[in-house]
């Protein structure tokens, strides 16, 4: 066996498409072309690259698994070339199910491969449904160098890496579908300092960067060296085809070569993953725009700016839908908001089609008062008027509810939360004003929309209303944004007690009042669109809660 000295390794960090085989592919032959020009010996793929992740029940149709088989087949036959080997992830059937594997294909052969081992049930994963876990196995032979490759999962507990040392492993490399949510990096390396330490082997974490349904996946791949030193950071929400050089030194591999991007944290990471995920499902789903309506508020103003910094200021349709109750400041505001981004605005009137519902059900409301139904009356009157649109002429319709809405169930069914899709769904009202004051500030690098200000300071200085009686306000029906987002933040992604938050020094009467919204509105959430997972639990894939459910937390201390 030859022993090699030093190893040019190329990171693909790409954007597939879910359930798109044939792109899958091309996509990696490209990579692995622009990779060969760069004197690369190994490409290095992310989790089920060929197929996309996660592909959920896809795994279990026979033709998705037979198409898989079709692309590896392919691949394996493109590197009879003598060129860079692939490390690529796809399903692999056995005769007891599937696995989700990562195989070696290298001098027109399928050199090695391996199984994941440690199969996520928890939060957004469920691979315990379509997978079977594999066994733990040592590392795999690459001309000369002995590379364990745990998947994912793996690094987070330590038996798969323990058993990879033990049997003689010099580097990990780990391809990763690892969704993104708020400070996951810190997680991230945290993680993989703690395998290096047990490990003393160089770690590398190769990530897919892509929007899938609610799920962003924000790339950021990186390296460790065996001292825990950075060795590379790729950048992150973005695709990038990378060469790394490393060199052997003494018992030890080190990255001579390696990029050291700059990655935005906090609400800057927030922001570019509402962006990515809004791009991708636009453009995945392949439609030609969205439509919105402007309200002159903040959160439909917000979701404008996203956007337009995800697919440009031609593909973006306003729409001002007034009636009786909308004030010339909204009407200002909005007409601002439009023209600072750069994007079609029409102002479309429903005092008539609003009306015309009234006076239909009038025999049916005889002798009532006025309520909430006329209040809804206008937020679904809008909510047909914006599906038409999107129906005639193909854009989708973007909702624009934040997630202390959508917690409390302070939407209309059917009016206000039409759409396909929203990109501010885990984001808390309390985020919304931080994001545009941001907004207002910076742009991001890839952003498509223009600097400066682009929301009117108005819009975000002005008190929050729904704008469907006279003088309304948003905390006429709810405590005060600030309590609100930080009750149903114990409630939601921490679960706290009722009496634990009210220790914390809230009301109790607020925060019961808080819970019972939170689990009314559950038939709400169930039939909202999806949106952008930026929180470690969103109302989706992470949360699951009965519709039907007696349960309520009283607060006494120790309740359960």
Known sequence: MTVTDKLSIAIAQLNPVMGDISGNLAKARAARQQAALAGADLVVFTELFICGYPPEDLVLKPAFLDACEDAIADLTEDTKDGGPALLMGTPWRVKAGVHNAVVLLDGGQVAGRRFKVELPNYGPFDEKRVFIPGQLMGPLDFRGVRIGVPICEDIWEPDVTECLTETGAEILIVPNGSPYWRCKMDERLNIAALRVAESGLPFIYANQVCGQDELVFDGA???????????????????????????????????????????????????????????????????????????????????????????????????????????????KDAANCARALGIRYDVVPIAEPVEGFEKALAPLFDGTNRDLTEENLQSRTRGTILMSVSNKFGPMVVTTGNKSEMSVGYATLYGDMNGGFNPIKDIYKTQVFRL???????????????????????????????????????????????????????????????????????????????????????????????????????????RRYPITNGFRDNGEAGAT
Request: net charge negative.
């Open 221 to 331: 791949s990186f390296a460790l060296h065996a001292n825990s030193s950075l060795a590379f950071q790729l950048p992150a929400f973005e695709e990038a085809v990378v060469l790394t050089e490393w060199r052997r030194e003494g018992d030890t591999w080190l990255c001579v070569d390696g990029p050291k991007a700059h990655l935005e944290e906090g609400d800057e990471a927030d922001y570019r993953a509402c962006m990515l995920g809004l791009r991708d499902y636009v453009n995945k789903n392949r439609f030609p725009g969205i439509v919105l309506g402007l309200s002159g508020g903040i959160d439909s103003a917000i979701c404008a700016a996203m956007a337009v910094d995800a697919l440009g200021p031609d593909r973006v349709h306003a729409i001002m839908l007034p009636y009786r109750y909308t004030s010339e400041e909204s009407l």
């Open 436 to 542: 545009c004051h941001l907004r207002n500030r910076w742009k991001p690098h890839d952003a498509l929309g223009p600097s400066g200000e682009v929301i009117p300071v108005n819009i975000i200085t002005k008190p929050p209303s729904a704008e469907l009686r006279e003088d309304q306000k948003d905390e006429d029906s709810l405590p005060s944004y600030e309590v609100l987002d930080a009750v149903l933040e114990r409630l939601v992604e921490r679960e706290l007690r009722v009496s634990d938050i009210v220790a914390e020094g809230y009301d109790q009467e607020v925060v019961a009042r808080v819970q019972r919204l939170l689990y009314l509105a559950e038939y709400k959430r169930r039939q909202a669109a999806p949106g952008v997972k930026v929180t470690k639990k969103n109302f989706g894939r992470d």
